[in-house]
């Protein structure tokens, strides 16, 4: 929901429609064993389903957006937790 506020000038859609936008698609995407990360399926869904609340480019350009944050702030994470492995294996 902050997400889209932040990304699209035009009003974004209520908070349980952005809620059950993503959660939709991120668990079809979790659905299809075939694609690593529901990589292109969460996409598609998630461009699909705003499709009626924004034009199509624009619903495709937010989903792939949506999938590079997402990529970052893991990649962030996963980062962090080595950081802290390897700290806590030095001092022990």
Do not use: C, D
């Not at 624009?58 to 970052?72: D, K, M, Q």
């Amino acid at each position: 929901y902050f997400f889209l506020k932040a990304l699209v000038e035009t009003p974004s859609p209520a908070l349980w429609q952005s809620v059950g936008i993503y959660i939709t698609a991120y668990n079809i995407g979790y659905i299809f064993f075939f694609s690593p990360g529901g990589l292109g399926v969460r996409e598609g869904v998630m461009s699909a389903l705003m499709a009626p609340l924004y034009t199509e480019p624009v619903a495709a350009s937010i989903a792939i957006i949506n999938r590079v944050w997402i990529t970052i702030a893991e990649a962030l994470i996963s980062l962090l937790a080595l950081l802290t492995y390897k700290i806590k294996s030095i001092k022990s």
